[in-house]
């Protein structure tokens, strides 16, 4: 199973950011992701909504807030 995240801006056009894809074995699946390299000072998460995020080499999601580098772009379990 395969998720995307993909934001899009008004304009139809993807926007502008560094990011960095990686490989982990977790539980014996490789996952492959893409997230930020840097975070947005300009950002304000949203009480309602869930964000995954990168750090000590796991993925965490949390509601409303995050401490880390925020997932963009592909995530991929292969088992």
Request: proline residues 4%.
């Amino acid at each position: 199973m395969a998720l995307l995240f993909v934001p899009f801006m008004a304009s139809g056009k993807l926007p502008s950011f560094n990011s960095r894809t990686i490989q982990l074995k977790k539980d014996g699946c490789l996952i492959e992701l893409s997230f930020l390299t840097e975070k947005k000072k300009d950002f304000e998460p949203k009480r309602n909504r869930f964000y995954h995020w990168y750090a000590f080499d796991q993925v965490q999601v949390n509601e409303g807030a995050y401490s880390g580098l925020l997932l963009h772009g592909i995530y991929r379990v292969y088992d």
